[in-house]
């Protein structure tokens, strides 16, 4: 079949994906084809990283790519690359199954998990030996300690601000401004214009 | 710090600080929706969030992973049996302005989740003779945590507005199988409430759906997830120009456009 449209590293698309999701919205099955090579890969890590779950990652996963058919029409080229868009749409439903599946159990698990156990290097640690990409590893080792914390926390993990703050017993504005700073900070590192 | 925010120009100055972890999706529904308002009105802070957020992307990027080949072909049976959304959806909403529940920005776009929506179903307090309707959310949303609590917090305020709207109107029908649909209209507030009773739940991982009727087209407005007791749905949307609400059963997750005959189809009360 045809080969899949590379993404590697840019901020943007490869060639032609944000043209391809546009057809795709016009109900072209075969740019879907190709949309699917070039972003099940990037979705399917952005799930796994916040749920974990093997099997329910890949049933998250199959829903976006679904959604993403279903509501190409909402994309906007002006507004982002299709990588983005679909990939902001991929954590956000990780993220909405990670708290709607942790509330039924949440009340008794949250203060352990909050409490330290796992231990929360052993997380920060854990999730950065996932990222294959050296030079995201290397700008997050830009940030300062909590900047690099409360990203990494946020989206690998899907904790809201409030819970970050807690877990690292920083007041909700220090968070807030951190994720902001953090994620500037890699963004110039990374050379991401948008 | 930062002194308790006086007067708007502070409350926007401390929530242009949000758009990182907007960008994160590390912010709670209710502060979600009160920034993607301020983003509508604040041109440096949408650019700030289009850049972060590819910022993520990169992060998103970095822990690819190789999914399994027979996810494709379910994928691709999957979308040839669903019906995307015209463009022209996107265009209507795009100019409107958010309502308590529902979220704006397009990628953000919850309709289809169906696990979100059921967590939009609250308890509310009684109008009248309409008892207090106890909520119960799909499996997955089992509500509890802050979040849920917030959401449903709200829900619950805008059904109480609906149902105590000087305006309310309702209209009732026969769902089938002894159950029992009710429509609470309120056109000043342009919202509308869905009280099923009794509806079982639909077998096959289905779904209830909602629709208004806007003449013969229909119009998603939300995903029942009924349990078989009395609940309470604030629909999804403006109700506009609608003439009616119609209920059917769609594949999980929900369909752009009514996939089955309707369990029923209440006309509005009109005047």
Redesign the interface.
Known sequence: MKEAIH?T?A??AGPGLDELLVRV?R?D?QA??RV??AV???V???V??VLRDPAQS?EV???V???L????????PS???A???T???????A???V??????V??ER?AARLGGTPAFDDVVEQVEA????EQ??RCLRTLTELQRQS??L???R?????E?AELLAV?L?T??????????R??DC?G??? | MSAAAKGAAGRDAELHTLTGAYALNALGDRERVRFEQHLAVCPACAQEVRELGATAVRLGLASSEVPPSAMKSRVMARISAVRQEPPKVAAAEAGRIPPAVHRARPPARRRLAGFVLAACAAGLAALGGVAVVQQRAADEARAEAREAAELARRSTRALAEVLTAPDVRTRSTELGQGAAGTVALSRERDRAVFLASGLPRPDGGRVYQLWFADGDAMRPAGLLASTGGAEAFLMEGAVGRATGVGVTVEPAGGSPAPTSEPLGLLSFPSG
């Not at chain 1, 058919?69 to 906007?76: C, E, I, L």
């Not at chain 1, 708290?99 to 039924?104: E, M, T």
């Open positions: 993404i590293g901020p943007s919205a109900g099955q879907f084809s699917y090579d099940c890969g990037p399917l890590g952005v796994r990283g890949e996963a199959q829903e790519l679904v959604e058919w279903v509501t190409a029409a909402r994309y906007q507004r982002g690359s990588l983005t868009w990939l902001t749409l991929a954590h956000r439903r993220v909405d199954r708290r709607s599946a942790q509330a039924a949440e009340r949250k996932r990222l294959e990409r995201v590893r990203v990494t946020a989206y690998y899907g904790l809201a601000y409030r970050v007041p504005g968070v807030k401004t951190r994720m902001r700073d953090g994620l500037i890699l963004r990374l991401v214009n948008a």
